[in-house]
């Protein structure tokens, strides 16, 4: 109808390469209303919770989706994605560091850990 016409309209003006639109039966797990997009290249597609149908109007759909290719648009995902790569590297390096310090291990009263295998739970 009107929706999927002004849907494919938004997306054109900001060349997001959609290529199907869905509407997912979300109410049956949930109230929750929601939409995502997913895709790689030049396929991407769109899916709307019928809850989101039924809680909004057109209008708000619009201002939804147009937030959130705000978000494809200005490439935020593949920021992400750096972002959180970096964090989990650094993350696991500090782990890498405070697994194998035997001082560290002393500091919480686990005296004679040298040449031990530490358990993993008492790492974390």
Request: with cysteine; proline share 2%; charged share 20%.
């Amino acid at each position: 109808g009107e929706l999927k016409t002004r849907i494919y309209a938004l997306a054109d003006r900001l060349k997001f390469p959609l290529t199907k639109l869905f509407m997912m039966d979300g109410s049956k797990r949930s109230s929750h209303s929601n939409a995502f997009m997913f895709g790689f290249g030049r396929n991407k597609r769109i899916v709307l919770f019928d809850t989101l149908m039924e809680q909004v109007d057109d209008d708000e759909i619009i201002a939804i989706l147009g937030h959130e290719l705000g978000h494809w648009k200005l490439g935020h995902t593949l920021a992400n994605l750096f972002v959180t790569q970096s964090y989990m590297g650094a993350a696991f390096y500090s782990f890498s560091l405070c697994y194998t310090s035997n001082g560290l291990y002393r500091a919480f009263g686990f005296d004679d850990m040298a040449g031990t295998k530490i358990p993993t739970i008492i790492a974390l």
